[in-house]
């Protein structure tokens, strides 16, 4: 059995391309991974989140947690419940008084939270609290004040 030049070249170009294949693709799939992370986390004001030391600002942290989970939190919020939801109460101040109506908020207006699977972490920030604003079980005075 006689191999060509043209054999040999096609089985190492075969070859070649099964070795850099998966290189491509978990370069492509890191790429994918973090490029939208750091879009996120890149300030279009010219403000950056973080402080010197490294640690994310008061006033971004509620921004920096809902990028980093953002896929949690929607998830959380269209059940109404769950860690990722907590927490970005909790950053939110939400009073442990008022968690289940803030909760109960973010199920039922999930929908305009979310609008499109296009929305992005700041526009769903900036509609909750909007309609945290303007939901009387979350703006009343506590209970004893």
């Known amino acids: 059995m006689r191999c060509s030049n043209a054999s040999i070249a096609l089985f190492g170009s075969a070859i070649i391309l099964l070795l850099t294949l998966p290189a491509?693709?978990?370069?492509?799939?890191i790429k994918a991974t973090t490029d939208p992370t750091t879009d996120i986390?890149?300030?279009?004001?010219?403000?950056?989140?973080?402080t010197e030391d490294g640690l994310v600002k008061d006033e971004f942290k509620v921004d920096a947690f809902t990028a980093l989970n953002f896929e949690n939190v929607k998830q959380d919020m269209a059940q109404g419940q769950g860690e990722y939801l907590t927490s970005l109460g909790s950053l939110l101040g939400v009073p442990q008084d008022r968690q289940a109506a803030f909760f109960q908020l973010t199920r039922e207006k999930y929908p305009q939270l979310v609008p499109t699977d296009r929305t992005t972490p700041a526009e769903l920030v900036a509609a909750l609290q909007s309609e945290m604003a303007a939901d009387p079980r979350l703006t009343r005075a506590p209970a004893g004040h």
């Open 24 to 29: 491509c693709t978990t370069k492509g799939t």
């Open 41 to 50: 986390l890149s300030s279009t004001s010219g403000k950056t989140w973080f």
